[in-house]
């Protein structure tokens, strides 16, 4: 199975900074990634799939690149609602998988 | 606005068997594939097992075997029937809808139901 390893495990940043993630696949993935958005007492919620490409309803704040075996997800200016873990998830190959999450906590 | 609701959680002692559903509106259920995705508790997701929309079905390897999963078309409903529960498989599920397949993207979630195995 393909495997997922995120970095950070844990962003501490301000509101208004810059925050990357970043999400290496253990084999080639092409484009078929998505970032998640989860935070506490709710379900995950889809910001971007096939690596780059926006959900509906996600704000242009959140972006992502990358392809192969390195990606990114990029939130542009913090907001104080963005402090959340972050998963990505492969479904490139059976089983899909899913990053053990970074969180992005407040500074 | 796409709606996934589950039910049927809750305590069973290990070795014992649960089923619960995941009823889906505001879609065309019958031409998507759907997911179940645990999450343990304090830890990360994980895919468990999917059914596309003509009914093929797939499961991660811990759960194959026990686990059988369902949809009732006629009724835009999903199933996880679970068998031969054990301690691990306590998680809270979620019920999850693909983009494009079973395998994800999934771009809609239900609020997830709670399984507890303990003795």
């Known amino acids: 199975e393909i495997v997922l390893t995120q970095s950070p495990a844990t962003l501490s940043l301000s509101p208004g900074e810059r925050a990357t993630l970043s999400c290496r696949a253990s084999?080639?993935?092409?484009?078929?990634l998505a970032w998640y958005q989860q935070k506490p007492g709710q379900a995950p919620r889809l910001l971007i799939y096939?690596?780059?490409n926006r959900a509906t309803g996600i704000t242009d704040r959140f972006s992502g690149s990358g392809s192969g075996t390195d990606f990114t997800l990029t939130i542009s200016r913090l907001e104080p609602e963005d402090f959340a873990v972050y998963y990505c998830q492969q479904r490139s190959s059976w089983p899909p998988t899913f990053g053990q999450g970074t969180k992005l906590e407040i500074k | 606005e796409v709606q996934l609701v589950e039910s049927g959680g809750g305590l069973v002692q290990p070795g014992g068997s649960l089923r619960f559903s995941c009823a889906a509106s505001g879609f065309t259920f019958s031409t998507h594939g759907l997911s179940w995705v645990r999450q343990a508790p304090g830890k990360g997701l994980e895919w468990v097992s999917g059914?596309?929309?003509?009914?093929?079905?797939f499961y991660a390897d811990s759960v194959k075997g026990r686990f059988t999963i369902s949809r009732d078309n006629s009724k835009n409903t999903l199933y996880l029937q679970m068998d031969s529960l054990r301690a691990e498989d306590t998680a809270l599920y979620y019920c999850?809808?693909?983009?494009?397949?079973?395998?994800?993207?999934?771009?809609?979630w239900g609020q997830g139901t709670l399984v507890t195995v303990s003795s």
């Open positions: 096939d690596a780059s």
């Open positions: 999850a809808k693909g983009r494009y397949s079973v395998y994800g993207p999934f771009d809609s």
């Open positions: 084999q080639s993935v092409s484009s078929q």
């Open positions: 059914i596309n929309s003509g009914g093929s079905t």
